[in-house]
């Protein structure tokens, strides 16, 4: 495993005027680790992955990216770079058939410089991707308007959106939501070959349970600040984490 | 729905191509082939073959077709940029740039129609899409309000300043040699646009148009320039728009402040809707319904504008998805009556 | 005090107050329910002839504006019952059927022939008085006085009423609003109806100036939609400076450069505003940022 962090955040703060929504959290990365990012609804998660990713600008703050700063980089160029992300709220590009869902980032200039070369067809390629999260083989849905999935399809199809893109850092936010267990089920293995294909992982979860079977080390957030990090266990051991996040559980 | 005589049953006409279409083609049927090709090659042909009537149609007839496919380039325009979400309520803009852009190259520098068109629909698109480009950043319906002022302001700041002719427009430019050419130059664009939009929006680069439609955030997450795109989107359909200003210019040999009017809006507009929007058939067949209804109650003055208002309105609530797609739905549910065989009728 | 830096100074800030007043509704429409309703400039140019026809029948004036407001209010609520409730949330649909209504009213108004001098209405004070030694008429002040009461009401009703909070909540949150109990389309509607009032109180104040012309629907319309963009969209406060920074530059220049560059400064202002901030002076930044 190489020393050199794939991804470092140093500071990284967003006011939304007076609120503070992600407040100094510092993070690093190393190639091949999978985080999980867990606090409560609220907590700055989301934000920090749009920090992270170039959706919003930080207020203050920098983020590297394969040692490069990439803080002032559009979010498209960090797709380029090889960082691509899921949405909380998975919305597909409604009126196209489900699996052209998958052809538009297959077009990328991304996707034509790593996949362009292994699959012949746009199309072809972009049904192999539906297969790997999960959609049935040989199936109509693949055919159908995105508009007309169920949510859990909405999830899995999102996940193929992310790789189809071939990133070296895949990020997911909120994946298991909205899920059937068999469909967590179903995804797992999933997870578990991009972690052995080398990629590196960040996951926003409120499913710790499953959460805790992909990842390695835990990022806990509570009102935009980070209040402990180490590998899942340590984590849930802290009180003051129980605390916060699962106080009502434990009692 | 009449009854069925006995011993008939009905049966889809579509039934044979149907069946038919993952199969070999050849063997349809004359009747199947007829019924594909019909709607198809009539509509085109009759277009084609207009122009050489020349003199055995009315002048004044050959002026409403040309208004009408001018409009249907508008249309196609509108249609384009509707497809990637932006809504334009100010065709005139595209259409007025081109239109001054080639009135200029000619009045001023003497340049030939065969110069100042090509250059014009070019230029005038460019330039529209360096104004427009700062607020493809924006969502929402910033771009329909601005594409609605632009015009308008354009027109008031030529005729308070006085530039480019001012109230007075620029006029005595060199025409087109005769309406047989002028007929096909404007029938060869509005199909050449017809066609290059219908093949864009099959191909994996008009598919990002449709996707910043319905959903611009994973556009840009999945690594692409959402604002270069769409000024993509916007350049490709300012460039009929324009060609049909720098038509139109040299036509009546004049350009002034109308080529900003508000028919050059809302005509294409209305057409695009009542034809339907995202089919680009829809506003062409909309083109073809509108114009020659306008010209129709020319004589009632501007009674004429509300009627396409109305006409806008009640499409948009009523039927939305236009009177093309409603058409060719109800084509290919025709049904023929077919006997029932003996063997059916017996049991 | 140098006359022309005076009369740029008294007729800016008249200037200023009239293009606030003819944006106040279209502003508040879509602040409140999202709806940039396009027939705001019909209904302005309504709200002149409804209250001229009023002033036919015998009403005085205050009396014909009054019910006028009434009137076109209820419009605004019947507008969004038929033609908006059916298409809501499809922004393109939205967008071109209030347009549509816009376009028809002026239309037909220009097709009955109401575009001779006799329509006008009357100022509702006459005279003039003299500030800073330029004389102005008491209509014009009356504007400013309109202007800045609208807009101070307004502020106090969104802040401080129970249906003007709920208002407020419906713009931020449409589920959440829901959920406390306040109907999506009830309070859209009301942001119609007050809206097309507000058009219709602009039209009562602003056209005495002047007679009734057909294209001052469409200038309406324009005005408003010049100010809400360099002011920037969902902001009270960006729509205040965008009708003063408009308001003084218009009369700036015209009485500095000469008065047919008046004009040149709308676009000029918009192009600008396009170019360095499209999301308008104050516009909260409508760009791509993705909440909590």
Known sequence: MSAEPILRAEGLTKAFGKMLAVCDVSLELRPGQALGIIGPNGSGKSTLINLITGFVRPTSGRVFFKGEDVTRVPPHRRVDLGMARSFQMARPFYGLPVFKNVVVPLTSRRARRHLGQEFGDRDEAAVHLLEDVGFERDSAIPTKRAGELPHGYLKRLELARVLALDPDLVILDELFSGMSMSEIAGILPLLERIKAAGKTLVMVEHRLRELFRVVDSVVMLQFGEKIAEGTPEQVMARPDVIEAYLGAEVK | MSKVPHGFRRERVDRGVAVRTRDVFALASGRDLAWLLLPRVLPLAALLAFPLLGSRVSGYGQTVVLNTLVVALLALSWDLLASAGLVSLGQAFFFGLGGYVAGYLNARLGLPPAVTIPVATVAGAAVATVVLFPLLRLRGIYFGMITFALPLLLMRVVESTGLLGGTEGLSGLTPLPSRTVELYLVLAAALVTLVAFRRLGTSDYGLLFQAIRDNDRAVIASGFDLQRRKAQVVFLAALPAAFAGAFVTHRYQFVGMPAFALDYSTLPLTSAVIGGPGSFFGPVVGSFILVPLSELLREFGSLRVVVYSAMLLAFTIGLPEGLFRFAARKWSQLERLVPIEETTRER | ?292
């Open chain 3, 1 to 292: 005090m140098d006359g022309l830096l005076a009369s740029t100074l008294v007729f800016g800030l008249v200037s200023a107050a009239t293009l606030l007043l003819t944006a106040l509704g279209f502003s508040l429409t879509f602040g409140l329910s999202g709806v940039a309703n396009f027939a705001h400039g019909g209904l302005y140019l309504l709200s002149g002839f409804t209250a001229w026809m009023l002033m036919k029948l015998g009403l005085p004036f205050l009396a014909a504006a009054a019910l006028t407001v009434a009137l076109v209010g209820a419009l605004g609520a019947l507008l969004y019952r038929v033609v908006i409730m059916p298409v809501r949330g499809i922004v393109l649909a939205e967008v071109i059927s209030t347009f549509a209504v816009g376009v028809a009213i002026i239309e037909f108004f220009r097709w009955k022939g109401f575009t001779t001098y006799d329509y006008a209405l009357p100022e509702l004070v006459e005279g003039s008085v003299e500030l800073l030694g330029v004389s102005v008429d008491w209509q014009r002040l009356l504007i400013v006085a309109i202007a800045l009461a609208l807009t101070l009401g307004l502020w106090a009703f969104t802040h401080w009423t129970k249906i003007g909070l709920a208002l407020r909540g419906m713009s931020q949150d449409e589920y959440t609003a829901l959920s406390v109990g306040i109907e999506s389309d009830w309070a859209a509607m009301l942001s119609l109806a007050l809206g097309s009032a507000l058009a219709a109180v602009a039209a009562v104040v602003l056209l005495p100036l002047g007679i009734i012309s057909i294209n001052s629907g469409y200038d309406a319309l324009l005005v408003a939609l010049a100010v809400t963009v360099l002011g920037g969209l969902e902001s009270t406060a960006g729509m205040i400076i965008g009708s003063l920074v408009l308001g003084f530059a218009v009369t700036a220049t015209g009485n500095y450069i000469g008065p047919r560059w008046g004009e040149v400064v709308y676009l000029g202002a918009i192009v600008l505003v396009l170019a360095f901030r499209p999301s308008g002076l104050l516009g909260a930044s409508k760009e791509l940022e993705e909440r909590v």
